[in-house]
């Protein structure tokens, strides 16, 4: 039985019982599209961009080293695009909802990242250089704070559209829930989701108001403050799993 939701697709009892269930959550989105495998093609495009982007294969030992110390900065990259990956695999697992609003959703967060590939390394090379005091590499200069505050303006925007995205398509959820059939349980997991990235994605503005207004020598603390918003955007589907487990309320 196919199992991904064209547009007004509506799910009969029948068709619910013979869905995979994973933590509780009824899979509806398990057949594997189109659109599903050009995002996976274009998420490990990225990747590549990611690593080749600035490196060349290293001809002598120094720079191997040299090499080797941007690995942190590359597993961090890594880290952040993949979190957007996994929240969107999940959407479409648990989910199936493919109509013309969730694909033009789907493609723009491709495009957006795919803009703010750059800056994503970018970000995370000048943080590892700054916390190692220079000894971990960064290609690109920042000469002063005006372009320091010029980067973190750049790459809130990517930050807030790729996170908004994700809220979208999590409420795309939430307004075809009748015909999706979602049970209390599952609606309330969505409805957590959808609140979740509006936290994570408010991380930005506030980030771009610290960097416009910080005095120079603390203008770096506005890109620490992505650390938060990473490891909220982690522990999100654990949290989600917590409340629904004890029944902390329906909000």
């Known amino acids: 039985m196919g199992t991904h939701a064209a547009a007004g697709k509506i799910w009969t009892k029948t068709e619910l019982d013979g869905l995979v269930v ?11 599209t189109r659109l599903d495998t050009f995002i996976d093609a274009a998420f490990a495009f990225v990747l590549t961009i990611l690593v080749i982007s600035f490196d060349e294969i290293p001809s002598n030992y120094d720079e191997m080293i040299a090499a080797v110390k941007r690995i942190p900065a590359f597993g ?17 697992r648990c989910f199936g909802l493919e109509n013309p609003k969730t694909i033009l959703l789907s493609l723009s967060l491709i495009f957006v990242m795919l803009v703010y590939v750059y800056p994503i390394r970018i970000m995370l090379e000048a943080f590892f250089y700054e916390v190692s005091g220079g000894y971990l590499p960064s290609i690109f200069q920042i000469g ?9 303006v750049f790459f809130a ?20 829930s009748d015909s999706l059939a979602l049970n209390e349980i599952e609606l309330l997991r969505t409805q957590r989701a959808v609140r979740g990235w509006i936290v994570v994605a408010s991380f930005a503005p506030v980030s771009v108001i610290l960097a416009l207004l910080l005095p120079d020598t603390w203008v770096p603390l506005a890109g620490y403050l992505y650390i938060v918003a990473f490891v909220i955007a982690g522990l999100l589907p654990r949290y989600v799993k917590w409340r629904n487990e004890r029944g902390l309320g329906t909000n």
């Open 22 to 32: 994973e933590e509780e959550f009824r899979l509806r989105g398990l057949e594997v």
């Open 76 to 92: 961090f990259s890594f880290f952040f695009l993949m979190t957007y990956w996994q929240f969107h695999r999940r959407w479409s």
């Open 144 to 152: 002063n704070s005006d372009e320091l505050r010029g980067v973190l």
């Open 157 to 176: 925007a990517g930050f807030f559209s790729m996170s908004i995205i994700l809220n979208r398509l999590w409420q795309a959820a939430v307004n075809e």
